[in-house]
């Protein structure tokens, strides 16, 4: 009699090893029917009368063991149960529910203020050209009427290649007149924007990287009235229709003559007053007739062409332009100072 029984306690055992419920449904009725409160072992206890004294103790351990195998197992099935549920989740995703808004990036202020720059010159038929920033000392100075010994060399500390003469990072967007002139034939109407280098002590004010637009305009008759009706065009088009210009006589040694241009700022706040020292007025570019020194070292006949050039800083522009009051911003990718230019253009 006994042996029937301990036969029966083996069997439910194997029976639980062996059960494979599929799904949550399938391990619930594993649970009823091997540990809930009316689980199929109960019934043998009201069998434990039957057995021989000396294997009650037998038996009363199998029972235990059988009951350890099937929480043990239902806990390998929950288990199963969740990382199915996980896997599960991609199908349960709602494709109804709105997106996350994507953070969009902003251009940066000096992008902006580059490309409203060269819009205005493209509309009145300037092409862009861009040229290499490590450039070699013909085409940023020779070239540019400014020989070795030429004091106008010392006006920009230069930054030269380790143990090079030769190399350098471009000084001013200049350089590009002189690929550009050497290559192509006149009639030239160019605008080239780019960074360019100086060994300057960096400050609020000044950074020993900064980004120019160079002009050039070479053809046959190009007069000073021409390039003065050109840069009014473009402070018209930049400041506003009424903005008032003035050219100051100066010096570069690739043009004669050469004036640098004011735009007339106000004097309204203590503001305006700091970035004209007081004057109202604000340098924004220096040019000048194409010296025929510099038509010629680029193979171009300066008695039959003639040409105004101009170059401009963009910083300078586009901190008036946006009220920047440090020009170290512009260089160092601070999310919270970009992020500002979202919307502007
Ligand atoms: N290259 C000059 C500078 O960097 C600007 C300039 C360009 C002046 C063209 C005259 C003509 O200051």
Redesign the pocket.
């Known amino acids: 009699m006994s042996e029937e029984i301990f036969a029966k306690v083996k069997q439910i055992k194997e029976e639980i090893e062996n059960a494979q419920p599929q799904g949550a449904e399938a391990i619930e009725q594993f649970r009823i029917r091997y540990l809930g409160s009316k689980n199929i072992l109960k019934p043998l206890f009201g069998e434990i009368k039957n057995i021989a004294n000396e294997r009650k103790k037998e038996f009363g351990q199998l029972v235990n063991e059988v009951k350890q195998v099937a929480e043990a197992q239902l806990e390998a099935l929950q288990a199963g149960q969740q990382d199915a549920a996980d896997q599960n989740e991609a199908s349960h995703l709602d494709l109804t529910a709105p997106a996350k808004q994507m953070q969009l990036g902003a251009k940066h202020p000096l992008s902006i203020t580059m490309e409203r720059i060269i819009n205005i010159f493209e509309r009145i038929g300037f092409n862009i050209e861009e040229e290499r920033e490590i450039e070699d000392d013909w085409h940023n100075f020779t070239a540019m009427n400014t020989p070795e010994d030429h004091p106008a060399r010392d006006m920009q500390d230069t930054y030269y290649l380790k143990d090079s003469t030769e190399m350098l990072l471009r000084t001013?967007t200049?350089s590009v007149q002189a690929r550009v002139m050497k290559r192509e034939k006149p009639p030239i109407r160019i605008i080239a924007p780019g960074r360019v280098y100086r060994n300057e002590t960096v400050s609020a004010r000044s950074h020993c990287q900064f980004h120019?637009v160079?002009g050039l305009y070479i053809d046959e008759n190009v007069s000073f009235a021409d390039m003065k009706q050109t840069l009014l065009y473009f402070a018209q088009e930049m400041y506003g229709k009424d903005v008032k210009i003035r050219l100051r006589p100066s010096f570069?040694p690739?043009?004669e003559p050469?004036a640098e241009m004011d735009v007339y700022w106000g004097l309204e706040t203590e503001d305006d007053y700091r970035i004209t020292k007081g004057t109202g007025w604000l340098e924004i570019l220096?040019?000048?007739m194409v010296d025929p020194n510099v038509l010629e070292n680029c193979g171009i006949d300066s008695k039959k062409y003639s040409g105004f050039?101009?170059?401009m800083g963009i910083e300078r522009q586009a901190m008036l332009l946006y009220g920047i009051n440090d020009i170290r911003l512009f260089f160092e990718n601070d999310i919270r100072f970009l992020e500002q230019f979202k919307s502007a253009r």
Do not use: N
Request: aromatic share 22%.
């Open positions: 001013h200049s120019q160079e570069f690739f043009t050469s220096g040019c000048g050039a101009f170059g």
